[in-house]
């Protein structure tokens, strides 16, 4: 019987990522060039919200998650630039390399997952032309969003009862008609029409951008 062998090197782990784009992406320190709107699309469209424990044929995506927040943003800051817009759509997109990590899971990781969250943050804010540090106040707009949007997710799609919900966040305000039906009504989109949707969205906020 042969043995297996093991590989012996000096080099150090390897902490970047490979993206389709053919980009190398450094974990550690990233880079602003080494970030592409295509592999966020590509890579958000491919990570379940919720772990996955959501209803419906296909996973509820944190590509679709996004453009639900960003749509309730600005139905909330209708005087918003598409700047603001844009952070809200892009306020998840580190989820592209790191995944998306249930609450309780980031609790128990602590404070490294968040420092490294947030150097990739702070490289794709400077790719796509968004202050490093965001204002406060459109913090806590995106924020008061997210929650909005997890409401919905966790009572039409993740089996919350709506007293689990209000207990973890809050009771939603009242939406504009058409946007309050699509809330009602959230269903899983298949992956590429996640990822159309958010490129989308992206192309129609995303002028301000540097290329």
């Not at 844009?86 to 997952?113: C, M, Q, R, T, W």
């Not at 106040?137 to 008061?144: E, H, L, V």
């Not at 799609?157 to 305000?173: M, S, W």
């Amino acid at each position: 019987m042969t043995k297996s062998k093991t590989l012996v090197t000096d080099e150090a782990p390897r902490a970047w990522q490979r993206m389709l784009s053919g980009r190398r992406l450094d974990l550690l320190d990233p880079s602003p060039d080494d970030i592409a709107i295509e592999d966020i699309a590509h890579g958000l469209a491919r990570v379940a919200r919720w772990n996955g424990q959501t209803h419906g044929e296909h996973a509820f995506s944190v590509a679709q998650h996004v453009v639900v927040v960003e749509r309730i943003a600005a139905d909330l800051n209708p005087t918003w630039p598409d700047q603001w817009r844009l952070a809200a759509l892009l306020h998840d997109a580190a989820e592209y390399v790191v995944g998306d990590l249930i609450s309780p899971f980031k609790n128990a990781v602590g404070l490294n997952y968040k420092a490294l969250e947030n150097r990739l943050m702070q490289a794709i804010h400077l790719r796509f032309g968004l202050p490093v540090e965001l204002p406060t106040d459109i913090q806590s707009a995106i924020k008061n969003a997210d929650s909005i949007a997890a409401f919905f997710e966790a009572t039409r799609l993740a089996g919350f009862e709506l007293d689990e919900a209000y207990r973890f966040f809050g009771a939603p305000p009242e939406m504009g008609p058409d946007l309050g039906t699509e809330l009602d009504a959230l269903t899983p989109l298949p992956t590429g029409c996640a990822q159309g949707q958010f490129l989308m969205r992206f192309n129609a906020l995303g002028h301000i951008a540097r290329h």
